[in-house]
C-alpha cells in the first residue's frame, strides 16, 4: 500500500501488548500510533484464598477465566501453582476467548469450552444446566457485573475474586496521541474496553481538549470492542462505526480494512 494512502490507527492498549499490537496493524496496512491508556497490576483480594482453597479442595465444578491476564496474575500469586494446576485440571475449565484459551493451555490447563461470542454475556448465553453448579471466577477488578448476575440467575453458586487492577498509566505518549487527535492525524481510533475509553477522556479533559477530541472522534472512525465498550463511548457522544463479530483485537483491524476505514 502506498505510504500516503495508509490510514493512521491509534493502539492504545497496554505497554505489554503495544509491539505485537502495532506488527500486526502494519502488516494489515495501517500506520500507528500508540500510547497506553491502561495498564494492568496484580492484586490479591479477600476471595483468593477461598478461590484457591475450593479449587484444591474440589468443590469448583467450573472454573472461568475471563482474560490472559487473569490466567497470568493467578498463577503468579501461588506458592505451589504445578499442584494447583494439577487440580484444576480436575475441574471444567472455560476460557472467555482464544487469547485465554492460549495462555492457559501454554501453562498446562486442559479448557473445555470457548463461548462463540467472547464477552461475559457469551459465556453466560452458552453456559447451560449450571443451576447449583458451583462456579469460581478470575478475572480484573473492573469486570463486567453481567457474568456473576447472569449465572446467578441460572441457579449457579458464583464465587469472583480479582487478581489483578487495571489502572491508567502515566506516559508521555498521551499528549502526542491528543495533540495527533485534535489536529486531525489519525483516521481510526481502536477502543478495546470501557476502562481504555474513561482514561482517555480524562486525559483529554485534563489537557482541555475534551469536546474538541470527541468532535474529532466522530468526524474519524471510531471502533470498539464489545457492547460495553460501545456503550461508553456512546455515553461521551461518540458514534462507533465499527464493531468486530468476534471481540479479539485481530477481528477488530480486520473489520476495519474490511471496511476500508
Do not use: W
Request: aromatic letters at 8%.
Amino acid at each position: 500500500m502506498n505510504t500516503k494512502t495508509q490510514k493512521v490507527l491509534a493502539i492504545m492498549r497496554p505497554a505489554g501488548y503495544l509491539i505485537e499490537s502495532a506488527r500486526l496493524a502494519r502488516s494489515l496496512g495501517f500506520k500507528t500510533i500508540t500510547a497506553p491508556m491502561i495498564d494492568v497490576v496484580d492484586k490479591k483480594d479477600s476471595s483468593f484464598d477461598g478461590f484457591v482453597n475450593r479449587i484444591m479442595e474440589g468443590e469448583s465444578d467450573y472454573v472461568i477465566f475471563t482474560s490472559a491476564n487473569g490466567v497470568e496474575f493467578t498463577l503468579l500469586k501461588l506458592i505451589e501453582p504445578d499442584y494447583f494446576i494439577e487440580q484444576l485440571n480436575r475441574t471444567q475449565v472455560v476460557a472467555v476467548g482464544p487469547k485465554t484459551r492460549d495462555a492457559l493451555v501454554k501453562n498446562g490447563i486442559r479448557v473445555i469450552f470457548v463461548p462463540e461470542t467472547y464477552s461475559s454475556v457469551g459465556l453466560v448465553e452458552s453456559l447451560d444446566d449450571v443451576k447449583g453448579a458451583v462456579i469460581d471466577i478470575a478475572r480484573s477488578s473492573h469486570g463486567a457485573p453481567e457474568l456473576v448476575d447472569g449465572l446467578r440467575k441460572k441457579g449457579a453458586i458464583v464465587f469472583e475474586t480479582q487478581v489483578y487492577d487495571i489502572i491508567m498509566p502515566r506516559d508521555e505518549r498521551h499528549m502526542e496521541l491528543m495533540e495527533k487527535s485534535v489536529a486531525g492525524e489519525i483516521d481510526i481510533f481502536a477502543f478495546t474496553s470501557s476502562m481504555m475509553v474513561r482514561n482517555f477522556m480524562a486525559i483529554a479533559d485534563e489537557m482541555g481538549v475534551r469536546d474538541d477530541v470527541i468532535r474529532i472522534l466522530n468526524e474519524k472512525t471510531v471502533a470498539a470492542i464489545g457492547k460495553p465498550t460501545a456503550g461508553t463511548l456512546g455515553g461521551f457522544g461518540v458514534n462507533v462505526k465499527v464493531m468486530p463479530g468476534k471481540y479479539t483485537f485481530e477481528e477488530l483491524l480486520l473489520e476495519c480494512k474490511k471496511q476500508d476505514c
